[in-house]
């Protein structure tokens, strides 16, 4: 079932740029989130939007296991690589409908989502004619960051009452709820962080007793992010956590204190191609296009540019950063002063921290496997797209 | 040789999001520049970093024709393709000089760029030991925005005086200059686009003619970027001319008064998949991992976003832009009041145009074809990575 591919290369014989893994970093994250969520009794579902990878998804769970995805081309892809538990995490729309039916004649246990009456109308209708059973959770908005019915909101009542109370018989039926606390990004301190997760998990629970209340079995309390995942000191009522960047981390998640920077497994290696020495600057051959745009940390506390700058053992060099990017030219400068910036060699290989695991990861075609050396163990493929 | 389909579908028939294509527009921007550059004497060097895709190049010249990349990954696929004239408009480092021999084994007529004295060492004993002929460009920087030998400084002679003077023996020889006045996309009007033109053709030029004062023949004085190419006043000196973005336009172009809103030939078809009434939101299955997550109109005059929303005909709607993205969800709002949002209808499919075409149409593997109308004329593939 693997593309893997054994090499005996190293890092300092690849052609750059080049995403590289630390896969002993990855394992101790995995283990990390596995240890904490083991004290609360909910099942971890991840969201293997991040990593869009079989080789990476088999180190956080066997294939059967649960799992998350945020495109119809990644429950397709899960699918064919033996995951069939699989949440749809993005409100499904009409043109989606005949993907989602063809996945499910192919084995998938599909959960859709959804938040508007329209929506639960025209998928209930769908399921009638073709016959299919299809569990779905609401979409619950607890944070005001993105989609979803308030828990309050008489709408959720409404949508409800559009599906069905079981998979008794054929149709779309109300599994439960779902909610993404996607706020907690924006959090500045650890103890916001908690909070954000009682928030999640309350507002969450809420919408479910309402449901129940109303005759509904909503047996699915399904909430989650990385940071509140790591910080909730309650998940009563929860069944299932979601979260995705925790096998990676980045430096977005190491400003909110999630991780620290020895933390994050994810890098782009990239070679010194230029200087310009009255500025301050060294030129790599790494740019946006092989970090992102992501800016994720521009609004933190710290700024990280595009990125950290650590040497080729994935060190971070003191207060070195990608200050500024084109198309494929990285600038990498002293944080502060310019004139601190070491001028280092035409060549030189660097490795940079990535702000935003999901949007790097998503520039390139695979992962460059090492474990804390610079042997390369691996070249694992990933993919993109719809 | 290509690898285009024929479809007969309706873009309402599609699985969103999609990258769709106008070839209308595109052509009209094509034979825009076409015309503009042929009063001119000068070649077209066309950047084909933007659509890398045989597809669309073949509408910008014939395989034959010379071109810039950004990749040698570009160069390889586009070499496949016929394209044997080929510029690498980044600096090189010494990690690719296997890929760049390979690649005139295959028949490239590959022409290298570096900036510094360190690469032209490396490059030329390179050449030396595998005896390779090659032409190199000095970098030139002419406006401080990236990498390059400002025009006047000693070093330009020192790095020349690395290379060879012509490719009558093997080695690397100086073929002359090339310069990127990137920060043409910084500009405020039309008139500061020209004076920088000025100051790139100048700067360039100059650069050249130190160089031949030095003895050597320096043939090429190749200057470019969509801005300056439109609204270069002379190329007096000039021997060719970049330019990628002018293929598609974008709204970064159009803020800076170089296409208008109607020029942008490449749109992202998304569909509402549901809604947030009493914040004006509408929600779309279009985040940044369909629009990219540039923000390049965040420091123009009027920032639009994460693009501008259009109709299913390329039609813009008043004011409604895409305030905000998750990886795989859009939130549309008026501009100015979230209360004049038109709340369309869960299934509604809508067209967003870009801020930056080269990252945006980096984050899909191909383009759906139109040319005006609704009817899919074609599906054109393309690629990423290195």
Known sequence: MSNEVITTMQLSELETPALILDSAIMDQNIQRLHDRLSQFKVTLRPHLKTNKSADVSRRIGEPGTPITVSTLKEAEYFLQHGWNDILYAVGIAANKFAHVASLMQKGARLTLVLDNTESARTLAQFCREQAITVPVLIEIDTDGHRSGVPPEAPLLLEVAGLLGRSDAESGAWLAGVMTHAGASYACTSTEAIEAMAEQERAGAVHAAQRLRSAGYAAPVVSVGSTPTAHFARSLDGVTEVRAGVYVFFDLVMRGLGVCSESDIALSVLCTVIGHQKEKGWVITDAGWMAMSRDRGTATQ???????????IDGQPIPDLVMIDANQEHGIICHRHDPGQTPMLPVGTLLRILPNHACSTAA???????????QDIKANWPRFSGW
Chains 1, 2 share one sequence.
């Open 301 to 311: 506390s710290v700024d990280q540019g595009y990125g950290v700058a650590c040497n």
């Open 363 to 373: 520039q390139h075609s695979g992962y460059v496997v090492v474990a804390g050396t």
